[in-house]
C-alpha cells in the first residue's frame, strides 16, 4: 500500500505545475507518525503532495530539492529540535520563507509559545492532529504567510504601536493567560465528547490565548504571523 501511494505522488509531481495541491515537507523521526500524517493529510481533500524526512541531517538536502508551500516539523529530533530545524529553513536561500507548522508530541503550552515566538506560522499536538484541524492549520498558515508582506513602513508601525501597548500589560496579563489555559485543557479534558463541538470551542479558546502569550514575549509575533487568528 505504502509503495501504491509512494507511485501515485511520483507520478502527481510530474504534473504541469498548474495542477491543484499543496507541496508539503514533513520533518519527523518517527515512521509511524509520518505515516499517520499522511493518512491525515489525504483526509483533508487539499490534494496534498508530501515528502518526507526523519532527521536534521535530511532536511538541507530535501530543501535543495523543491520549493515547498508549508513544512511540518516535528518539535523533538534525534540530534536537535523543530526550532533548530526551523533555523536552518529560514537561512535557506529557496525556502527560507516557506511556512512552517509545529508538531509537538506533548501538549505543552511553553512549546507553542517558544514555535510561535521563533516564527512558526501554527502549531499542533500530536493527539489533537484531525483531518479538520490540519485543513484548517496549513490552509491558515499559507494564508497568513502570504498576506503578511504589507510594505516595510506598515510593519515598522504595528511593530512599534504593539511593543508600546504590550510593555504595559505583559507582567499583569501573562500569569492570567496561563490561568485560562489551564482551566481550558481541564474542562476540554473533561468533556463528553472530546472531538465535539465544545470541545472544538475550548481549543479555539485555548489556542488564542497561546497565540497572545507568544505576542507578549515578542509583539513581533503579530507583525511576523499577520494578526491572531479569530
Not at 505504502?2 to 495542477?19: C, G, H, I
Not at 489533537?128 to 510593519?155: D, V
Not at 470541545?199 to 511576523?224: F, K, Y
Amino acid at each position: 500500500m505504502q509503495q501504491l501511494v509512494d507511485e501515485m505522488e511520483k507520478f502527481a509531481r510530474s504534473l504541469p505545475f498548474t495542477s491543484a495541491g499543496i507541496k508539503a515537507l514533513v520533518l519527523d523521526d518517527s515512521v509511524f507518525d509520518r505515516r499517520r500524517i499522511r493518512r491525515i493529510s489525504h483526509d483533508t481533500r487539499l490534494g496534498i503532495i508530501m515528502d518526507e524526512i526523519s532527521s536534521l541531517d535530511a532536511l538541507e538536502a530535501m530543501l535543495d530539492q523543491d520549493r515547498f508551500d508549508v513544512i511540518l516539523i516535528d518539535y523533538n529530533l534525534p540530534g536537535g529540535d523543530g526550532i533548530e530545524a526551523l533555523m536552518r529553513i529560514r537561512r535557506h536561500e529557496v525556502n527560507g520563507s516557506c511556512p512552517a507548522i509545529m508538531v509537538t508530541g506533548d501538549d505543552k503550552s511553553d512549546v507553542a509559545v517558544k514555535a510561535l515566538k521563533m516564527g512558526c506560522a501554527d502549531y499542533i499536538a500530536k493527539d489533537q492532529m484531525t483531518a479538520e484541524r490540519l485543513k484548517s492549520s496549513i490552509l491558515g498558515a499559507i494564508e497568513r504567510w502570504n498576506g503578511a508582506g504589507n510594505g516595510p513602513l506598515g510593519r515598522l508601525e504595528i511593530e512599534e504601536i504593539t511593543a508600546n501597548v504590550m510593555a504595559k500589560y505583559t507582567s499583569t496579563l501573562q500569569p492570567k493567560l496561563a490561568r485560562v489555559i489551564r482551566e481550558m485543557r481541564s474542562l476540554r479534558k473533561s468533556a463528553r465528547d472530546p472531538s465535539g463541538e465544545t470541545a472544538g470551542e475550548l481549543e479555539r479558546i485555548e489556542r488564542q490565548c497561546i497565540q497572545i502569550w507568544a505576542t507578549l514575549l515578542d509583539p513581533r509575533v503579530i507583525a511576523d504571523a499577520g494578526g491572531l487568528r479569530h
